[in-house]
Structure formats: C-alpha cells, structure tokens
C-alpha cells in the first residue's frame, strides 16, 4: 500500500513540475504580441509617423501614470470607481444569486419569475441608462443602481443552469443516504452548481465594470470614467490611454482573483486538472 | 424491527406523452428477515426498476411493498442502495464520498470508514477524487458508503459488475461475512449465474416484456460454498435451464 501512495505522490510531484513550466511557457506565448505591439508603437510615435495629438507614446503614458499616481488625483479616482463597482456588484451579485436560487428550487417560482426576468434581460442596458438619471438623479445611486443591473443577470441566469442541472441519479443517492433539506442544499445543490455560479461571477464582474464606465462616462465629477471625459474634452490623450489602461487591469485583475477561486473550489472538476 | 420485505402485486408502467412501457407485471416476491436474495434475468426485464421501488425512490406504481409493518412510501437509511452506475459525488474525495452526511470529524465514523477503505482495498486514495478513479475503484467507493449506513436491508444493483475477477471474489466473500455478521438482508441484482448461486439463498429468476418472476430456486447448500463442487454445477444448469426458456432473449444480457 505505502509504494502506491508514493508512486501517486511522485506522480503528483512531476505533474505539479510539468504544468509549472507550462505555465510559464503560456505566460511567455501570451505576452509576444503586446511586447511586438508597444514597440512598433513607441517607434512610429518617435520618427513621427503617428500623430502625437492621438497616440500619445507608451513611454509619455507611462510617465503620465505615474504623475497622476504621485499627485493622488488617481487615487482618488480609483478609490470612487472602485467604491461604486464593488457595491453594484456586491447589490446585483447577491439578489442575482438569491433570486437564482430561489426560482432554481422551486418550480413554481420559476413559472412566476423567469418570464419577467428573462424579458427583462433582452432590454439593453444603454437603453434604460436614461431612465435611471431621470429616477435616481445623476448622484451615486443611480450609477450603483444600474452596476447592479448589470450584475444581476449574469449571475441569476448561471445560478439558475446550475441548479437545474443537478444530476437526478446523485439527488436519489441523497435520499438514500437521508440527507436532510439543508444537506441536500448544502452538500448536493451548491457543489453541483458550484462551475455555474463562478462562471456567473465572472461574466457578473464583467458586466459591472462595463456598467461602471457606461454610469461614469455618462455623468460623473470623480471616478476614472470621469478623468477619462474630462481628459478627452482637454485633448489629453496620455490620460485617457492611461484611464483605459486602468479599466482593463482591474477587470483583468478581478477576472484572475475568481480564477485563483476557480482552481482552488473545482479542483476535484476533469478540466482543472491541467 | 423485523425487516422483511412484501413485494405484493407490484405492477409498474413507465408512461411517456406518446407511449407507455409495462416493465413489472403482478409481481410477488417475500424476503425474510436476514435472507441472502439474488435476482438474475436478461436486461430490461426490470430488475432496476424493482430495486428502485423497494428502496423507495419511485413510489408511482400499483401494489404494496412493506418492509417489516410499514409501507415503503419513501427512501429510508434503512434500506442501503448500491447502483449499478457508481454515483459518488465527484466534488468529495474518497473518504468524504463513504461518510456523505456523517461527520468525520467523530473518532467513531473515522474508525469505520478507515475500516471500510481497508475491507474494500482502497488504502492509500482516501483523498483522490472519483475522477483520478477507475470504474472498479469508484464501485468500492460506492460499496463502502453503503455498509458504512449498517442498513437492515441491502439492495445491490449488480454491485460487482466492474471489478476484475479477484476483487470480485475478494469482494464477494466479504460481503458474505458481512451478511453472516449483520444479519442484513441483501437483496442482489445480477447477470453472473455463479455469482446468485455462491451467494444466496434464493435465487428468483425473472422474464421480461413485461417483466415477471419466472421461477424462485431455492440454493440449501451450506456457506461457504465452492464453485467446483457437484452441487454447485446442478443448480446452474437449473438455473440456466429457466433462463433459457426463452432462447432469444439469453443473447442480450445485460452487462
Ligand atoms: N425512467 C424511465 N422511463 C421510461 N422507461 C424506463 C425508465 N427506466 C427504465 N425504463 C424501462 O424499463 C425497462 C426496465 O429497465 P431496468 O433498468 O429496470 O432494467 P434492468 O433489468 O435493470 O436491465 P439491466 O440488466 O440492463 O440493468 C427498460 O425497458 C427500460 O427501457
Ligand atoms: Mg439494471
């Protein structure tokens, strides 16, 4: 028996090598293109090919970056952005999760509220964002309000797929074992919903950074969005690359951490083997 | 408690929108107290679906089951089910799959289930999971958290069917002494004539379209039994001779 459990840890050993160095050669694939990209670019920028007014060079970028990070002014900005992104998502994220789970375990529930919601979801949020200035005024609530719009649907929708798509053979097995109603919820539903709900989360946190820039580009005085318009309306073109820059780490960043959540919860999962 | 099991008149349709399927018809069948019963017949007669009815988990059909004075309405602890697929939940490891519900955490459950990963010959993989698992292994899995419930009853849909010829045997004896020990009453499925005749006492034989018990064969040999002896060739070719009745339907058994 010993010899197994060390033929299954060598195993696991070169394994854990191999997709370490995997990885890494990934990584190194990944980044060819951009690296090619900024060069090319900050070159044509430097003789003058590209017009300087609207394509600042990476180098002025980064420079601007880091002015904008020193003076404070970014942080600010990000701090109020972030404020507003992590409370619309943490809004819609949980009425998107709740209401999922609701109309996931109860057929009749979702008779009553899946046409609603479902017909709701085909209205595209540019559309109702007018709305919600009239409603909510253009202070912080009507931007909260319409991140957790966004939000919601994502995650309510997965949710839902997950829930429903519980195997029928392991809910018997529950009821043989006697798994109470909240062993049944705890130890058989969520785990089988597990991948559908991270796959809501993710495309939930997507949906909120999009519905941030939309709510801030629209009417802001503070917020990255805003630095980004009012940079426009003063042609400064190094600040408005800087502000898109920002956007896109902090979905990228956000993106990974529930990746990080991902291999750790669905380990036991066939694809996350590798 | 007296677990003893009254199949009384079980007939089962299964009914689709544009067609019905009559897989039980009239079915009668006792199993006393602590009896060893295995139920052979050709695949799709049914034998599934009556397991499932015993255990509680499909309650839409015609007849009574009682087991001991109470009619079965709902699945029950005390009636352990082994299925013919393994059904461990892929998001729990080994150990975790055996106790499900129970707490591990408890000296006493750990004992059992270290006990149990030991009897079934899993050492060493109570942390994989079912997917770093081979059929036979994940059907061990399956096994152990079954005993792991000491159920008064033990439904075994051809709980053996994946496992190669030596674990098979290894497997199949320890649930005779498990059977001697407990006094559980088993109740097995199974394709292998040797198989019914080395374990039970009560071979029933069934016939399918729609499925019915053809004949019940009595085994009084002693335990343990050797597939070698005289005796033990008479009661296949009894056996074989009432499944072959049909002589159509022997080509398709059922894996
Ligand atoms: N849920 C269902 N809906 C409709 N028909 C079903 C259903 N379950 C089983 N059947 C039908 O009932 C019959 C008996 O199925 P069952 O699984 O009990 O057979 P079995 O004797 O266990 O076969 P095997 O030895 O192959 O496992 C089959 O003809 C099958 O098609
Ligand atoms: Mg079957």
Known sequence: ?274 | MVATLEINQVSKTFKNENESVHVLDHLNLTVNNGEFVTIIGPSGCGKSTLLKLIAGLDSDFDGTIMAGNLKVSAPSKDRGFIFQEHRLFPWLNVEKNIAGNLPLKKPDIRKRVDDLISLVKLKGFEKAYPRQLSGGMSQRVAIARALLRNPEVLLLDEPFGALDAFTRTHLQEALLEIWERNKTTMVLVTHDIDESIFLSRKVVVMDAKPGRIKAIVPIDLPYPRTRTSKAFQEFRSVILTQLEHHPAEVEDWSI
């Open chain 1, 1 to 274: 028996m010993s010899t197994q459990t060390v033929a299954q840890n060598k195993h696991l050993v070169i394994r854990e090598t191999t997709k370490q160095s995997k990885l890494a050669k990934s990584a190194l694939r990944g980044s060819v293109l951009p690296v090619v990209v900024l060069i090319a670019w900050q070159a044509l920028g430097s003789v003058g090919i590209l017009p300087a007014q609207l394509f600042s060079s990476p180098l002025l970028i980064v420079m601007t970056f880091i002015d904008l990070v020193q003076s404070g002014e970014m942080g600010m900005h990000l701090q109020i952005s972030l404020t507003r992104a992590f409370l619309g998502f943490a809004l819609g994220g949980f009425l998107g999760l709740l209401f999922g789970v609701i109309v996931g375990m109860q057929k009749k529930s979702e008779e009553y509220l899946n046409p609603s919601i479902q017909m709701l979801r085909t209205v595209p949020l540019l559309a109702i964002t007018p709305l919600f200035i009239m409603w909510f005024g253009f202070g912080e609530l009507s931007k909260v309000l319409l991140i957790a719009l966004g939000a919601f649907f994502p995650l309510y929708l997965q949710t839902f797929l997950g829930l429903r798509n519980v195997d029928k053979k392991l809910y018997d097995v529950a009821l043989i074992l006697e798994f109470s109603r909240r062993e049944q919820i705890t130890k058989l539903m969520i785990p089988a919903a597990l991948p559908n709900i991270l796959l809501g989360i993710r495309l939930a946190l997507s949906a909120a950074w999009m519905c941030l820039v939309v709510a801030e580009l629209l009417g802001a005085d503070r917020g990255v969005g805003f630095m980004i318009q009012d940079a426009r309306s003063f042609m400064q073109t190094d600040v408005v690359f800087v502000g898109i820059i920002i956007f896109a780490l902090a979905g990228k960043i956000s993106d990974s951490l529930v990746r990080l959540l991902e291999n750790h919860l669905l380990k036991w999962q066939d694809s996350f083997k590798a």
